[in-house]
């Protein structure tokens, strides 16, 4: 299935609030305590106030499992959109060099 391109991809910081945290059982002060950073960083980035960075996508990965690829390209996904939605005209007026 493809995605919508005029809807913004799913911040993981969506996906920590309404599906990763609830069925893990466990709060936000809970999931800082065990990255090893504030409620208030895993509250800005649950409330989607602050992008996952390499390095908190490292201690998600390792407290969930999965690995930070999962919460990069979900963040990636999410930075190029805004990028383009911000900067679409601009990006419009920039020509491809012509292939020789």
Known sequence: MTR??????T???ELLREIVLPEAGITQAELAR???VSRLTVSEIIHEKRAVTADIAHRLGRVFGNGPEL???M????????????????????KPLQAA
Request: cysteine-free; aromatic content about 8%.
């Open 4 to 9: 919508n391109p005029n809807r913004r991809p």
């Open 11 to 13: 911040h993981p910081g």
């Open 34 to 36: 065990r990255m090893g």
């Open 71 to 73: 919460w990069l390209n």
């Open 75 to 94: 963040q990636k996904a999410v930075d190029l959109w805004e990028a383009e939605q911000s900067n679409r005209r601009e990006y419009q007026r920039i």
